[in-house]
């Protein structure tokens, strides 16, 4: 599922999620194409959410995901109105180096711990971007050589950490 192809908002705090003695606690009440995808994970016992980072967090359209699938079973005493924890794996691909991850990977892991078990999380770090880096104006950091031997060298390790995230997602 990739978030880019719906039209849907982040939460509005409409409370309707946790309405005393409401039919629809737990669940998100707002009618967009994130509806569904909020139902189908309903019944998963897992998810991974992939996002680039973008301006040092993940993508406004995943962050609007996570509000929506966090807020639906708070009620400010802990999780409620949950029938069980999902297991979470994160993916996250960014320009800056490895040091970078830490901050952004650890944040997350405690914000999806509140209410569900975050089981790991892979980063792709120094990604190519693009192929043709001589079309843009993307300067000298792009440093389109040294990119490039990283997605032949790094980037199959990445993917098969990858894998292993999902292995251990779904054990
Ligand atoms: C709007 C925007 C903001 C970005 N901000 C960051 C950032 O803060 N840190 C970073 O490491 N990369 C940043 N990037 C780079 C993206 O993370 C990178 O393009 C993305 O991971 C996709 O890489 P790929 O196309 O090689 O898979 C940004 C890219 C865009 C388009």
């Given at each position: 599922m990739n978030l880019y192809d719906l039209k849907f908002s982040g939460?509005?705090?409409?409370f309707a999620c946790k309405v005393k003695g409401g039919k629809n606690n737990g669940d998100c009440v707002v009618n967009d194409d994130l509806k569904p995808v909020l139902q189908a994970i309903d019944s998963a016992d897992a998810v991974i959410l992939g996002s680039p980072i973008y301006f040092g967090d993940i993508t406004a359209e995943s962050r609007a995901f996570f509000e929506r699938f966090m807020f639906q079973?708070?009620?400010?005493?802990g999780p409620a109105f949950m029938d069980s924890k999902k297991k979470i794996g994160c993916i996250y691909t960014m320009n800056a180096p490895e040091s970078y991850v830490a901050d952004i990977a650890g944040k997350y892991e405690m914000l999806f711990g509140?209410?569900?078990?975050?089981?790991g999380y892979v980063a792709a770090t120094e990604?190519?971007?693009?192929?043709?880096?001589?079309?843009?104006?993307?300067?000298?950091?792009?440093n389109e050589a040294y990119k490039k031997q990283r997605r032949e060298t790094v980037w199959p390790e990445t993917m098969e950490q990858a894998y292993e995230l999902g292995k251990k997602v779904a054990s």
């Open positions: 939460c509005k705090s409409c079973v708070l009620n400010y005493e509140l209410f569900h078990q975050h089981v990604t190519l971007q693009s192929d043709k880096y001589d079309r843009f104006y993307v300067g000298d950091a792009a």
